[in-house]
T-cell receptor, first 112, second 114 residues
Framework: DQQVKQNSPSLSVQEGRISILNCDYTNSMFDYFLWYKKYPAEGPTFLISISSIKDKNEDGRFTVFLNKSAKHLSLHIVPSQPGDSAVYFCAASLGYGQNFVFGPGTRLSVLP | NAGVTQTPKFQVLKTGQSMTLQCAQDMNHEYMSWYRQDPGMGLRLIHYSVGAGITDQGEVPNGYNVSRSTTEDFPLRLLSAAPSQTSVYFC?????????????FGPGTRLTVT
């Protein structure tokens, strides 16, 4: 059973609007979360992270929100741009010295 | 810096053949790992290493071997290829296994086993 779930395989958004990508996890002991972005024929690249001691982290157009009680995190992209079209992976770790568990990914398409 | 490099980019094997996927990094990273990506499954950890001479199993290690004789290189060996090993393989490296440090991924190797 997957410990990290991304229940939307794909998402389409108009350019300039907000993109919201969701991620749910089952293990309440996860305490560090990452989002990676992947373009076709390339490896994933790190986007943004959040520790369980926070409920929000921002980096430019990207904001990650963490709701520990719901075991849910989301990535907001505002405003969305066509170059944001990619597969987004959510990943979770039990903490220092532990490997990350990845979700299956959500393919975002930003339409001009 | 070249970052993380992987060779080959594509490979087709017949069932039962063996091969080695190469991975190298020039960032002096201690932590290196191998993942496979399958549709609907995300990235699953095969093996990882926290330094030269130290390797450990990840989530899906069966059918694969690794070694880490140098800091720079972390090859993945398929001992006897099976169709279930058809996948895209990514190598990654990081300064350490600590969550303080992001992982850098290579461009991937697409493997097909017939």
């Amino acid at each position: 059973d997957q410990q990290v779930k991304q229940n939307s395989p794909s998402l389409s958004v108009q350019e300039g609007r907000i993109s919201i990508l969701n991620c749910d996890y089952t293990n309440s002991m996860f305490d560090y979360f990452l989002w990676y972005k992947k373009y076709p024929a390339e490896g994933p690249t790190f986007l943004i992270s959040i520790s369980s001691i926070k409920d929000k982290n921002e980096d430019g157009r990207f904001t990650v929100f963490l709701n520990k009680s719901a075991k849910h995190l989301s990535l907001h992209i505002v405003p969305s741009q066509p170059g944001d079209s990619a597969v987004y992976f959510c990943a979770a770790s039990l903490g220092y010295g532990q490997n990350f568990v990845f979700g299956p990914g959500t393919r975002l398409s930003v339409l001009p | 810096n070249a970052g993380v490099t992987q060779t080959p980019k594509f490979q087709v094997l017949k069932t039962g053949q063996s091969m080695t996927l190469q991975c190298a990094q020039d960032m002096n990273h201690e932590y290196m790992s191998w993942y496979r990506q399958d549709p609907g499954m995300g990235l699953r950890l095969i093996h990882y290493s926290v330094g030269a001479g130290i390797t450990d199993q990840g989530e899906v290690p069966n059918g694969y071997n690794v070694s880490r004789s140098t800091t720079e290189d972390f090859p993945l060996r398929l001992l006897s290829a099976a169709p279930s090993q058809t996948s895209v393989y990514f190598c990654a490296s990081s300064y350490s296994i600590s969550t303080d440090y992001e992982q850098y991924f290579g461009p991937g190797t697409r493997l097909t086993v017939t």
